[in-house]
């Protein structure tokens, strides 16, 4: 588990199923993360929404904003990325 805490109240969390870029950037277009992921680790982010995230594998990833699912799948391109943002 990796815990990214920045100033603002909403919690991000995005679990990996398999092998996937992650970069994750607040309102202010300041990075918050981006490393590459494996398999069953979990991204916790403390901060203030919207946020900014590029999924590199986007099959791979699961993410809940303050407790509610996000749908991922809705913004997969055909080469697998997804670039959603967030807590709007």
Known sequence: RILIETEGSDFLFITFLGVSWVEVRDSTDNILYRDLR???????????DPFN????DAIFAKMILNGEDIDVAKSIR?????????GL
């Open 78 to 86: 055909i080469d697998n990325s997804a670039r959603l943002t967030v």
């Open 38 to 48: 494996d398999s069953g680790d979990v991204l916790e982010i403390k901060g203030a």
């Open 53 to 56: 995230v590029l999924l590199g």
